[in-house]
């Protein structure tokens, strides 16, 4: 996973902060929104445990601080959920705009209420999941107690929520109490994956059942049993991850990877665009790329990479298999192996251009109850590899055609 900072603008021209995080060895198949719970921000711990469990599943992750949170730009008190919303949906053309258009919205408590608005909003989401949220919107002020009072009398008040203080002024109360949860819910046509904690002591189990039963199918339940509603513990947030990636695969498009097929030993396969390359050897799967300095996405070694790769390889074993043929004791053997081309070592011409030749510098680190005569005879066996001898020797590769299958 590869996560990098963005900052994009809300509908008030504020730079909103944000982390995208993306696959390692692949482009991203979809793209996901996230909106934290109220009054957290990106980096809270459960919101990027659920991140990279989706990247581990081929998704790209954009999770922001709402405005006046975090690293975002403005002020806390002036915000309010109908901001929220709009945060999203400015979220989401960031996506659209430099990526994809995202297809999952994901929200976390009041953010899993924010994701139900904003996916009325976005043509582009197909699926959402909420984690913790409240039937009705109107029961953030449950965290504010006693202090709904003093902000409807002053306007403005001091309240603590988490261990920390905000500002909250009465227009976030009036936002609230303008905007019906409830119809959004029994109108969402996108499919929607509700989890919660039957121990959730901050919005209760049934908050959950009152989305389900208002909601229409396609809608699904996950309990997260035994998790608090901030998903404190790893395995919590780690697991809701896994399931709401593993969900969304039913009701989102995800291209048909090619299966590749070869009569041969090889087979390398590379689309249109780039030069990531699908490789099939035997039944293994793996990846080639280029440098992105040379117009690759780096998604995975380059072809003399796996030159190198084969001939470390091939070396390690070859040594290891010697050992075990006369009995000697070796603990590991890393051989270390750099491609270059340099002149040869008995150059008679090195000052005129094209004398360089493929070299492979080739180091051996070799760990065991080995004498010094030991040790020299394992680097003379390290040249009678077969990848050694086979790189050593006149080689022929007959290319031929197929007809397209």
């Known amino acids: 996973m590869s996560t990098s900072k963005i900052t994009f603008k809300n509908k008030e021209g504020l730079d909103l902060k944000g982390s995208l995080e993306l696959p390692d060895n692949r482009t991203p198949h979809n793209f996901v929104l996230f909106a934290h719970c109220f009054t957290c921000n990106k980096n809270f711990l459960a919101v990027k445990n659920i991140s990279r469990a989706l990247t581990a599943k081929g998704f790209g992750v954009l999770r922001f601080d709402f405005t006046g949170l975090g690293e975002s730009e403005g002020d806390f008190a002036d915000s309010n959920f109908s901001g929220n919303v709009e945060d999203l949906v400015c979220a989401s053309g ?22 139900l608005f904003a996916s009325t909003l976005l043509d582009s989401i197909t699926a959402v999941a909420t984690i913790g949220a409240p039937s009705h919107i109107g029961h953030v002020k449950n965290l504010l107690k006693n202090d709904v009072e003093d902000i ?16 909250i002024k009465k227009q976030f109360l009036d936002d609230l109490e303008n905007n019906d949860l409830p119809d959004i819910i029994s109108n969402l046509n ?23 039963v208002a909601a229409r199918h396609p809608k699904s339940f996950i309990s997260l049993d035994g998790a608090d509603h901030l998903l404190s513990n790893r395995v919590d947030s780690n697991y809701a991850g896994e399931v709401i990636g593993t969900w969304a695969n039913r009701y989102i498009d995800i291209p048909i990877e090619t299966e590749l097929k070869t009569d041969l030993d090889v087979i390398a396969h590379l689309g249109p665009e780039g030069f990531t390359t699908q490789i099939k050897a035997g039944r293994h799967n793996f990846i080639a790329d280029e440098p992105e300095k040379v117009g690759g996405n780096d998604f995975g070694p380059n072809p003399y990479e796996y030159v190198s790769a084969g001939l470390a390889a091939c070396t390690s074993m070859t040594l290891q298999m010697y050992a075990k043929r006369k009995g000697w004791v070796i603990d590991s053997v890393d051989t270390q192996v750099n491609y270059g081309k340099e002149h040869a070592l008995d150059c008679e011409k090195c000052e005129e251009g094209g004398t360089k030749i493929d070299t492979f510098k080739r180091e051996l680190i070799i760990k065991g109850d080995l004498d010094d005569k030991q040790r020299q005879r394992l680097l003379e066996i390290a040249n009678k590899c077969p990848v050694h001898k086979t790189l050593h020797s ?12």
């Open 94 to 115: 960031y996506l659209e705009t430099n990526y994809k258009a995202p297809s999952l919205l994901i929200g976390h408590s009041l953010g899993g209420a924010a994701v």
């Open 152 to 167: 409807n009398k002053n306007g403005i008040a001091e309240v603590n929520i988490g261990g920390r203080n905000f500002n």
């Open 190 to 212: 996108k499919s929607l994956l509700i989890l919660h904690s039957p121990q959730d002591s901050i919005v209760g189990i049934k908050n959950a059942e009152e989305i389900y």
């Open 394 to 405: 006149e080689t022929q590769i007959i290319t031929s055609l197929r007809d397209n299958e």
